[in-house]
């Protein structure tokens, strides 16, 4: 049976540690969790390989950052590296931003951060119920309005039906959840305003490239520019 990419990155990142290559492994683990999206059951494993690692004492003992301090690395983002950054903006989470809006809408016109960060950020003021209209690649979005990539009409419904099909194979189930989800996080902020339209074939045929049972020369104009936009082609 086909391993999905979950279960490949784990057998990676053991392999590593079998071969004590620990800082690779830590590194395969770090990015895994700093993504926007990662289903629970495998996030609980790339936590517990983290925790293995001996790291479990390290973060609980990791800096406290004030809100001025975080504005502050992100208002000079490009003289840190891209993991700090991440790391950086998962402490979001742990503030309280109100008042602090007009500086946050800054932080997403900013043309060359990582749109991994400014999705996480965006969840962070989702879940604190921000109301304020910030400007996200040309687009208005209240986070109170609009919710997250994952809680829209068209990202549910297409979950549903995903969740539906008649699945033979469980592996093709979680290749076609992961390239949906890669799909919106590589779309946002447009996927935040999709309308509903199911694309369930155009993922399942997508998958079936990505396994090699199809060629991507058998793929549609639609096909094609997901498979395109999941690969950043």
Not at 112 to 141: P, V
């Given at each position: 049976m086909n391993k999905n990419f979950y279960e490949e990155t784990i057998e990676k990142i053991n392999d590593l540690i079998k071969d004590n290559q620990i800082k690779e492994a830590l590194k395969i683990i770090q990015d895994e969790l700093s993504m926007p999206y990662?289903?629970?059951?495998?996030?609980?494993?790339?936590?517990?390989?983290?925790?293995?690692?001996?790291?479990?004492?390290?973060?609980?003992?990791?800096?406290?950052y004030s809100r001025d301090e975080i504005i502050d690395i992100f208002a000079n983002f490009e003289q840190y590296e891209e993991n700090f950054l991440l790391e950086i903006s998962t402490y979001f989470e742990e503030q309280n931003w109100k008042g602090y809006e007009k500086i946050?809408?800054?932080?997403?016109?900013?043309?060359?951060?990582?749109?991994?960060?400014?999705?996480?950020?965006?969840?962070?003021?989702?879940?604190?119920?921000?109301?304020?209209?910030?400007?996200?690649?040309?687009?208005?979005?209240n986070p109170i309005k609009n919710k997250t990539i994952f809680e829209t009409n068209f990202a549910i419904k297409n979950m549903v039906d995903l969740e539906e099909h008649n699945f033979k194979n469980p592996s093709l189930y979680d290749i076609c959840k992961e390239i949906f989800f890669i799909y919106l996080i590589e779309e946002f902020p447009n996927s935040l305003f999709f309308k509903y339209q199911n694309i369930n074939n155009e993922i399942i045929n997508v998958a079936n490239v990505m396994l090699g049972i199809r060629k991507i020369s058998e793929l549609n104009e639609k096909e094609t520019k997901i498979y395109n936009i999941i690969n950043k082609k």
């Open positions: 990662i289903p629970k059951k495998y996030e609980l494993i790339f936590k517990k390989l983290l925790n293995e690692l001996g790291m479990k004492d390290k973060l609980k003992k990791r800096k406290y946050i809408d800054k932080i997403f016109q900013l043309p060359n951060l990582n749109k991994n960060i400014k999705i996480i950020i965006y969840n962070a003021l989702t879940s604190q119920e921000i109301n304020y209209d910030f400007i996200i690649n040309g687009f208005k979005i």
